[in-house]
DNA sequence: TTGACCAGTGTCCGTCTGAACACCTATCAT
DNA sequence: ATGATAGGTGTTCAGACGGACACTGGTCAA
C-alpha cells in the first residue's frame, strides 16, 4: 500500500520535473518520463501515489496537483553513513524544509541580509532571514527592527529596562534607540544558498 | 504595457484559484472565473500577464505556470520603511523555500550538522545542511565527505593535486586523506532554525 | 473625423487529454 | 499447481483543450 522502491523512484523523477515546470505532467508525459508505453500505467501510478498521499486532485477534480508529502525531502542520520552510499538513504526520515522552518505562514516573511553585523552569529550578507511578525520578542531574540527607516537585524537586548539592539560584530556599536524601539518581527529561521 | 486595474482584478482571481487548485486553470476556466465568453480573452490576458512577469509556460511549452511575481504581496500594513528590503511574503506559496534551495529534488538529501569545524564559516551545530549528491565537486565547494565511516562537512581543498578537506575552524587540522577522498555530495545550502 | 489600438466575441479545427476496457505477466500466498 | 493481486500494455473514444482567424465596439490621440 505504501510506496515500493519502483515507486520512490517514479516520484523522484515526479519531483525533478515538477521544479523545472512547477506542474503535475500530463499522462502522456509522465509516460515519457517513466519510460511507460501505456497511460494506463502513468494514471495507476498516480492513483498509487495520491493513495499514499503525495498527489492529489483539484477541488474541481480536473487536474492533479501535489500535495503536502510531494515535498518531503529526506533527512540522512549523520552518524551513520554505513559504508555504502545507498545506505545513507535507508537510515533517512522524511523531512519538509518549509515546515521546519516556518510555522506560521501568513506572518511569515524572507528579508534578505545585508551587510556583516551579525556575522559572529554565523549570519552572512545574502542570507535570506526567515522573520515572522506580530510575535512578541524577548530578550536574546534576534530581531528585525526599523531603524532610521531602515530593517536592521540584531540581538535584542535589555539594558537598563531599555531595549537594546545588539550587534554581534565587535565592529559596530550597540544601538541605543532613544523614542520607542520599532520591532518588525522575530527572526526564527535562515536559509543560505551556496552558488556552485 | 504593465498591468492596469482591471488585470489587476483578473490576476487576483487567479491568484485566488491558485491558491485553491495550485494551477493555472485552463483557458475554458479562465473564462468562467473572470466572466469571458471567448477563450481568446482568457488567452490575451495570460499572455499580457506573462508580459507582465505574472506567469510564464513550462520549458516543454506546454501549459502556463506561475512566476516569481505571482506570489507578489502587497506589505502594506504597517508602515513599511520607504526603500525597504525586498520582502518576499509566505502565505500563498508554501514552498518557496523549498523552490529557493533545492534544486534536484531527487538527488539532495538534507545532513544536520554535528561539531564546530565550519563555525568560521558560519555553519553552526545543529544546522542543517543541504547537500546535493552526484554533482561534481571542485576547489572551493563545502563537501560532505566520509571519514571514518563519518560524514563530515568541509571545505574543499587542492593541495599539490592532491584533494584536502579544509575545516573553517583554526582549531582543527586540515585533513589529507592518503586513498580515494569519497565525496558524499556537494553542499548547496544551508537551513537553521531559531528556537524562542 | 478619422484611424489606430486593444479588450473582448464567435467560430472552426486539429490534437492532446483522460476515461474505460480487455488483456498480459510476474510475484506470492495458499 | 493455482488463483489472486498488481504493475504494465494496447486500443478505442468522447470531449476538453489550445491555436488561429475574422470580427466588434470602445477609447484616445492626431
Given at each position: 500500500m505504501a510506496d515500493n522502491d519502483k515507486d520512490r523512484d517514479y516520484l523522484a523523477h515526479l519531483q525533478d520535473y515538477y521544479t523545472d515546470s512547477r506542474r503535475i505532467p500530463s499522462l502522456q508525459r509522465v509516460c515519457e518520463l517513466m519510460g511507460f508505453a501505456s497511460k494506463t500505467a502513468a494514471k495507476k501510478l498516480l492513483l498509487r501515489l495520491e493513495n499514499a498521499g503525495y498527489v492529489e486532485r483539484t477541488p474541481d477534480d480536473d487536474a492533479w496537483i501535489p500535495a503536502p508529502r510531494f515535498f518531503e525531502r529526506m533527512l540522512a542520520?549523520?552518524?551513520?553513513?554505513?559504508?555504502?552510499?545507498?545506505?545513507a538513504e535507508n537510515g533517512a526520515e522524511p523531512f519538509m524544509l518549509d515546515d521546519y522552518v516556518v510555522k506560521k505562514p501568513s506572518r511569515t516573511v524572507m528579508i534578505p541580509v545585508k551587510g556583516d553585523s551579525m556575522i559572529d552569529a554565523g549570519i552572512h550578507s545574502g542570507d535570506i532571514a526567515v522573520v515572522e511578525r506580530g510575535t512578541g520578542a524577548s530578550k536574546g531574540d534576534f530581531v528585525v527592527a526599523i531603524v532610521d527607516n531602515e530593517f536592521t537585524l540584531k540581538e535584542l537586548g535589555l539594558e537598563r529596562g531599555r531595549f537594546v539592539l545588539i550587534p554581534h560584530n565587535p565592529a559596530y556599536p550597540i544601538i541605543r534607540p532613544q523614542g520607542e524601539l520599532e520591532i518588525f518581527g522575530v527572526m526564527v529561521g535562515l536559509v543560505r544558498r551556496y552558488a556552485h
Open positions: 542520520e549523520s552518524a551513520v553513513p554505513a559504508g555504502m552510499p545507498v545506505a
